[in-house]
Each structure stands twice: as C-alpha cells, then as structure tokens.
C-alpha cells in the first residue's frame, strides 16, 4: 500500500501505529487500507480522518494546504493537526461519522505558511463517509474522506462583483432558480401500486438556487422504478447546470438498462472527461416491484429511509463510494434489500436534514421519526412546511417519497359488442385472477358479476360510436377494481319479470357505481379481497455488485 506512495506513504509506512487508536497498520479494516492507498496515489489533497477520534493521515498534496503543519499532521486528531480550521470543519466531520452523508465547508480562509510567508488563502472541503462495518458505530461509519480544493483565485475573483453591488448577483441567482425548477421532473409517474410527492426547496440566504435535485421514472412498463437523488456542492447557475447535466445523464443509462454501482462509475468517469471540476453526492437505485427488491449504489449520499407496511423505519445504509467527481477510477458496489409490500421509501439531501434538526441531536433518528406512519402526500408536505421561512434557509433542499406495492398487470380486453364474447372473457378474466392468487370462490363471483354488466352493455347499448366494449381489471393493495365501458346509451326496456336482473346480481357479489354520459357508459365495480402476499421483511442479500414558491410535485 505504501509503495511508490510518495514521502506521505513512507512517513506512514514507518511509523509506529501500536500505542495509536489505530492500532497496528497490519490490522487496519480493509475499508481504512482502501481509502488510504486511492488517498496517496491521488495528486488532489486528500485527507482520511479515522475513528472517533478524527486521526489524520493526509498525502502529499495536502503540503500547500497545510503550510507548516505539514511535518507534523501525521497520526494526530485533528483538533491538535489542523487546530486552524478544527471550528469550521469539525461539526461536519462529526454529522459524517454520524451517519448523517455527504457535507462540505465552502471557501474556508486559512492564512497558510508557505516556505516562511504568511498568506490567506481560501479552500473547499468536501467530506464523505468511509463505510465500515466493522467500526462498532452505530451509523457504520468508520472515518471520513476529505478532498480539498483550493479556491483562492474563484474567491478573489469574485470580490469586486460583490463590492460593485449586489444587484447583478441577485439577477443571477433568481435566474439559477428558475433554472432549477424547469430542470427537474414536472410528473412523476402515475401508476398501480405507486404514490409518489416530491420538492424542491431553494436556500434564500442569497437568493440562490443549489444543486439539489431529485428523478423517478419507470421501466419495463412499471415493473422497474428508477429513484435517485443528488446534491451539486455548490450554488447558482453553474451548479444548476451541472445537476442537470448528471441528472439527463443518470436517465440515459437508466434507459440502457445500466445497473447502479456501473451507472455511478460511468458518470464518475464522465465528469472526469468533461473536466468541470464540480463533486456531487447521489443515491441510485433500481425498484424491482415484482421481485420487491431495491438494488442500490451511494456517491457519499446519505442513507434513505425505508418505512415498512407496521410503520418501523429504518436507514438504507452500505453501498457507499466517494462522490462523484472526487477521484477518478473509483470502483462502487452494489447493495440489494427485500422489500416489504406497501413501503415507504424516502430521500433526500442533507439540507433538509439539516433544517429539521436540532445542533445536538442525531440527524436520521430525527427524520425517522417524522416520517413514521405516514404517507407520501403528507410527508412532504409537512416536511416542507417546517422549513424556515423565506430569508432563513441556509441550503436549499430536495426531498421524494414513494410508497410502492407489488407489481400486477392489469387486465385489459376490448370484446365485440357480441354474446358470444362472453365465454372468451370468463376464460380471460378467470385466469387473470388465478394469476393474482384471488381465491377462486371470490373469482367466481368476480367473473359472474362483470359478465352481468357485459351482458346489459351488449344487449342494451344504443347507437354506440364504437362497436365494442372496453374491461378493465387491476389490484391495487388488498381492492380489486373493474371498469366495463361502452360508447352508448342502454336501452330501458319494459318490466320483464325473467330479465333485468343482471345489475341486481353484480350488486350482490360487488360495490357498483354506474356513470352515464354523452360519451357513454361506465361502470366501476370494486372488491376487497384477501391479501396473500406476506410481508417480506428486511433482509439484506448477499449480492452486490432560491426564491419563489417551492416546487411540489405528487402522484395519486
């Protein structure tokens, strides 16, 4: 690990690690080891903190950030390392730890010692977890991978725009928004089994959208959902940009069928190509709604939410890498959990976690706690109405929530406005329903009674515009719904005391509601059944692989 590793390496080769918190290099977990050597072979300044303790162990690129406390930042906790900065950027380093994702501390002024001057520089620090299973912590988080870039030149540049006046900056920033919400998705998708709500939250500090951003979008005819959410380090137009440009991206390889960690690992690669210089955060993952598994990859994310049918919450934690943009070549893996029928899945960025929480307390329990028991719609909408109002939001925010049930084909025929249809249709629709294990005593009933109501609309429909009629069948959660529809009017016919009982039959075996109108009629014809799918648990598998108004996005 510390050959060809430059002086860092062999300074941390040679030390004597047996009286540290880290204990003997031979004995370091795999993930430390990992981090560790892509720090050292990196020419980006790089630092690994490790342990509740916060030790340091920097490459050497760190050497023009760290001035003079290059010689002695090894192996010390960072408040005796790095006591320059240790205010700024410890509460970060500690929400990482904690579980609580991605942060960073932008354009932090050092006044850095470089071969004997003093001179004030200005740095970005972009910190992710380093997952450790083996760490002992609670969140599973066993240090925290810090990339440094110098933004000295940016910063001064920018110094006389804002001492000539803050007019134009305001021009920009209210175009950055706008940029943002046209940008994200306007619908999401509307299917069975399938409620989703979504925002979008500009910061309003400075009146500047972020790079916050969220997707949902459906495969394979919504066998296959495609969740994802992402966070641009940085603000205004160019970070806008960027969000959209890795969003319209991830799409892409979506519709390729790309899995996850590969996705990642492309658009890694791409950022890298294109050279824009930006880090983002992102959670992707792939919804198997007749499998009911979430297949997954995290570019230092943080960890969704998973609420099951009983209203237990837990965090989507593991498949963690390095943002995107951070270091090139980076390899991410993929996680797959059960999920349960009928589950909440909840993401999001740090900036709504970080409004919603107080100072002192843990971050995800806070969130685990809103979102427990409730459903999409309301979710949002209350975790958007708790921001801070307008001037007081220091980040802006995206938030997307779905609940989502196993996947079921729906039933659809178009028939001939002919009786002899009908024995077609009660095939049809008896295997339709054998296929959704409804008991047969309860299918029996079904077909009966939408045979009844097919009958009426064959025998009785006046000047229909088509010659057919339309069924259609599908479950959703434990209600079975039918609609049969025609393009006319029914006949009234006289009392006929051995006909015209069809309606009152299909009312005995279901709920019915009829709606005639100009374009024809329709009949809805709903059921509760018996659920026979368990619930799955949580099991985790062994593969792997701004100003305005906030944008508020909901399906049924």
Known sequence: MFARAGEMGARIGAHDWSDTPLGDVEAWPPSLRHALSLSLQSRDAIVVWWGPELVMLCNDACRDALGGLYGRALGCDGERGWPEIWSNVAPQLRSVLAGAGATSSDDIALIVDRDGRLEERYFTFSHSPIDCAASGSSSGVGGVFTSITETTHRVRAEQPERRAGAEPRRRADALATRLQRGLL?????????????????????????????????????????VAAVGDILGHGVAAATAMSELRHSLRLLAAEGTQPAEALGRLNEFVHTVGSGHFATCWYGWINR?????????????????????????????????????????????ERLALPPGAMVLLYTNGLVEHHVAPDADPIECLVRQAHGAEPRRLVADLVAQMPANGSR?????????????????????????LTALRDLRNDLRGWLAEQSIDPQVAAEV????????????????EPRRPSVTVEARVR?????????????????????????????ARKLLDIDIERGSAGTTVRLRRVIESTTLDAGIERSDESGGTGPTRLTTTA
Request: proline share 6%; aromatic share 6%; net charge negative.
């Open 185 to 225: 998705p306007d619908v999401l998708p509307d299917s069975d089994g399938v409620t989703a709500a979504a925002a979008y939250i500009p910061r309003t500090d400075e009146d500047a959208a972020g790079g916050d951003w969220y997707e949902l979008m459906e495969l394979d005819e919504g066998r296959t959902l």
């Open 290 to 334: 007749e499998a009911m598994t979430i297949t997954y990859a995290s570019a230092g994310h943080l960890p969704p939410l998973l609420i099951g049918p009983n209203a237990a919450a837990s965090v989507i934690g593991g498949g963690v890498g390095a943002p995107v943009g951070a270091l090139r070549g980076t390899i991410y893996r993929e």
């Open 394 to 418: 220091r980040d802006d925010a995206a938030v997307l929530a779905l609940r989502v049930e196993r996947f079921t084909p729906h039933f659809h025929r178009e028939l001939p406005l002919l």
């Open 447 to 462: 077909v009966l009674g939408v045979c009844e109501i097919v009958t009426n609309a064959v025998e009785h429909a006046i």
């Open 477 to 505: 959660g434990d209600v079975l719904t039918i609609e049969v529809r025609d393009s006319g009017r029914w006949r009234i016919r006289r009392h006929q005391p051995e006909r015209g009982r069809g309606i009152a039959i």
